[in-house]
């Protein structure tokens, strides 16, 4: 093999870093033979720069000043080699140190006369040189030398003023000791120093518009990032263009960043430009994972960017030596493996119509197509322009174009949700005033059914308790149909079991709505996709079924609190109705006995009970209006109370309590008697309940100025300071088996009726005290 001709992976490597140069552009020019190019003929004054490309004269490991290449020694050394290329592993003798090494590059090039001012441009080589031209050193980049100590690795482009002369001779002294790879590389080319200048420039500003493109999408979808943390689609996309942004500033004709780094080693650089291209196919197939979802991509798709991660972590942590071969495995398994497998994922999400598919597939056609071209380059199969850069602009573009779409249809769904939500609040004001499942229901219905449409939009509402379903729906005459399905006809008329259902589904071109909770029998929407289809819409309706799922549990609930209540009302009559019936049976119990009291006394006391019981009714009555009517007397306060504590003294006969009174009052005072009476014996039977057989109740009546006082104390059990707040609220109950526990409920109703106050003190164990306050 002579050294014209480079391996097939040498040569893939010369086409990888030359990359965004025009090797072999197409335009039309000659090439090199045996180390001379004629120009004669080519006219400059079209503006075209002209690669010298072809068959250089080479001289490996010899540094040869331009007068000394008639030397008999040096053309025994001559070969030939193409230039743009590096240096194949039969240069080097060292097998471990291939691609190490200098040589001398020579070409005469035949000009003819001519009137323009010529220049060359001389991209980044590998990785020193010097130049001469006609035997006057015009560029130089790094540190050549012949060990790995002379020399230093730069990578740097120049514009060099060539002399005006007939004929140009070009000899570079290149030498390499830190890149696996050395040599000319790329394309030196020759112009009028104005076309060189604009072509410089031209590329230059095609690079940091690169940048910029780069810098400024990655900047924005870090801030979009952090504004909408669940959306990691735009941190990873903002990596992605972070890392085209280091690429871009690590490679092309002026390699942007080593300008900036020029105190820092040649070695960073260059690890980043290989890190930002292994890095940022995992970045973007992420970032494309996180738009379109496939089970195939989340089950393997770590597996399959394994390699990336290798080559990413061989580039940090091993010496150059070995992570440059990390590049041809890379270059194949990126079109043979990830490329299509993408394509195929992107396509199925065509099908599926995700949102942005058109756009995402179009951005990722343009990149892997553009790769592709730039593959091909690397080995040969044509001569163009590399595009790899113009394939990320492509993509950035579409990502625009994407959130472009994404705030505008945005924008539009949110004035469509407007109206819909403004409809939506009189809906489901409508919906929540209903009285009862049917008529909420019903006008649900009337709101989502559209007229002159088939009847198709139905309501499955389960009966509590029953598997009994009812189906509502509107009649072609606009009155409401109710039809009851069992649970079974229920799973067939939707086509899927409603437990099933968490999230709105699509079911034989039906758009199924489900609200279920633990508090909620289940209910079902059941409505033709093709009407609401929209999100928004399907947002509507969600909303409609929440507003009917709110109106059912409110009915459900009202219906609760009126059992409750009738239930609160019936334990107040059975309460009440204990202290009289207990009066009368101990006055007929006293009268077949003939104790105590005459029988006329007895009967009047009977009498007195049955008015209580008279009374109650109207307490009854009452309570079902949600209040107390008083019937206020005036009464002489000894004469009123004695009374009580006689009938007292015949409820505590049945017992062995002891019943201690006391009237240090004297006047009169306006209070409701029936009432008050029955006030006192709630206070006794509770007395009774919860204190020993040898307990005492004690109650003392007393007037300060315009208030009188009730004091009632026992020596029962008590209860703690902690439950003296709830005390008479309706439920707290006594510990006997029959106690209701709204006796104490009761008092301070009567209590409030007469703008008084109830004032208790307990210590468990030691007994409890009731202090009311009555204004005269």
């Known amino acids: 093999m002579r050294f014209g001709k480079t391996t097939f992976f040498a040569l893939l490597i010369s086409s990888f870093l030359s990359s965004c140069g025009l ?3 197409g335009l039309e020019h000659s090439s090199a033979k045996n180390g001379i190019l004629d120009l004669s003929k080519h006219s400059f004054e079209d503006g075209k720069i002209v690669p010298l490309d072809g068959e250089w004269e080479f001289y490996w490991e010899e540094f040869i000043s331009s007068g000394d290449f008639s030397d008999p020694k040096f053309k025994s050394k001559r070969k030939f080699v193409t230039v743009p290329s590096v240096w ?6 060292d097998q471990n140190s291939s691609g190490h090494g200098y040589a001398t590059y020579r070409l005469k090039i035949k000009l003819g006369e001519r009137k323009q001012n010529l220049a060359l441009k001389i991209p980044d080589l590998g990785t020193s040189y010097i130049l001469y031209a006609n035997g006057k050193k015009i560029a130089s980049v790094g540190e050549i030398g012949k060990s790995k100590e002379d020399a230093r690795a730069k990578y740097e482009l120049k514009i060099s003023l060539v002399s005006d002369s007939e004929n140009l001779e070009l000899v570079f002294h290149v030498s390499n000791f830190q890149n696996r790879w050395g040599g000319v590389w790329n394309s030196i080319q020759l112009g009028e120093l104005e076309n060189v200048l604009k072509n410089v420039q031209r590329r230059r500003d095609l690079e940091w518009a690169l940048v910029l493109i780069a810098a400024t999408m990655s900047f924005y ?46 070695e960073l650089p260059n690890r980043l430009e290989y890190i930002s291209v292994y890095a940022s196919g995992p970045t973007l197939y ?60 992107l396509a199925i999400g065509l099908k599926r119509r995700i949102e942005g598919g058109p756009i995402l597939f179009a951005g990722y056609v343009v990149i892997s197509l553009a790769t ?38 945005a924008f539009q769904r949110s004035d469509t949700l407007g109206t819909k939500m403004k409809s939506l609040v009189f809906s489901t004001r409508e919906i929540m005033q209903s009285s009862s499942y049917d008529k909420a229901a019903d006008t649900a219905l009337k709101i989502l059914h559209e007229s002159g449409k088939e009847q198709t939009v ?8 029953s598997s009994v379903w009812k189906r509502y729906s509107i009649s072609s005459l606009g009155d409401l149909e109710t039809v009851e399905v069992y649970k079974y006809d229920v799973q067939d008329l939707l086509g899927l079991d409603p437990s099933s259902l968490a999230e ?27 009407r609401y289809s929209d999100d928004s819409q399907v947002d509507w309706v969600r909303g409609i079924a929440d507003a009917l799922a709110f109106s059912v549990r409110n009915i459900a609930r009202q219906d609760r609190e009126k059992l409750a209540m009738i239930g609160e009302l019936s334990a107040e009559i059975v309460h009440d109705l204990g202290h009289p019936i207990a009066m009368i049976r101990q006055n007929l119990k006293n009268i077949g006995s003939r104790k105590g009291k005459s029988k006329a006394g007895l009967l009047f006391q009977a009498e007195k009970e049955v008015d209580a019981l008279t009374n109650l009714t109207l307490d009854i009555l009452d309570f079902s209006k949600n209040r107390i009517i008083l019937d206020l007397q005036n009464v002489d306060i000894k004469t009123y109370f004695k009374e009580i504590f006689e009938d007292l003294g015949t409820f505590f006969q049945s017992t062995k309590m002891k019943l201690i009174f006391k009237i240090n009052a004297k006047g009169s005072i306006r209070l409701d008697p029936l009432r008050i009476r029955r006030l006192i014996f709630n206070l006794a039977k509770n007395a009774a309940e919860a204190t020993d057989e040898k307990g005492i109740f004690s109650i003392r009546v007393e007037k300060e100025e315009d208030v009188t006082y009730l004091i009632f104390e026992d020596n029962g059990e008590g209860f703690s300071k902690d439950m003296e707040k709830y005390i008479f609220d309706s439920g707290f109950g006594s510990k006997k088996p029959y106690g209701t526990g709204l006796g104490l409920s009761i008092i301070r109703k009567i209590v409030s009726a007469h703008g008084g106050e109830i004032l208790v003190s307990s210590e468990e164990g030691k007994g409890t005290r009731f202090t009311i306050l009555l204004r005269s």
């Open 221 to 266: 979808n870090v801030f979009f990032y952090f504004f909408r943390r669940n959306e990691s689609a735009h941190i990873l996309f903002a990596f992605h263009c972070f890392l085209i942004m280091i690429r871009s500033l690590t490679n092309g004709d002026s390699r942007l960043a080593y300008e900036f780094l020029q105190g820092i080693s040649w």
């Open 88 to 93: 194949s592993e039969g240069f080097s003798k």
């Open 286 to 345: 992420a970032f494309l994972y996180r738009y379109c979802k496939t089970d195939f991509w989340r089950r393997f798709g770590h597996y399959i960017c394994i390699p990336y991660y290798i080559a990413v972590f061989i580039v940090l942590f091993f010496p150059n030596a070995y992570y440059t071969l990390t590049l041809l495995p890379i270059a194949l398994y990126m079109p043979l493996v990830t490329m299509p497998i993408w394509l195929v994922l």
């Open 372 to 409: 592709l071209n730039d593959i091909m380059l690397f080995l040969g199969f044509w001569k163009g322009t590399y595009l790899i850069q113009y394939g990320e602009v492509a993509l950035i573009l579409g990502y625009s174009i994407l959130i472009s779409k994404i705030f505008s249809e």
């Open 458 to 465: 139905y309501v499955y509402l389960e009966e509590p308790n």
């Open 504 to 530: 709105p589904m699509i079911q034989n071109n039906r758009l199924i709505v489900s609200v279920q909770d633990e508090q909620l029998y289940k209910l079902i929407f059941d409505l033709p996709f093709e």
């Open 23 to 25: 090797i072999g552009s």
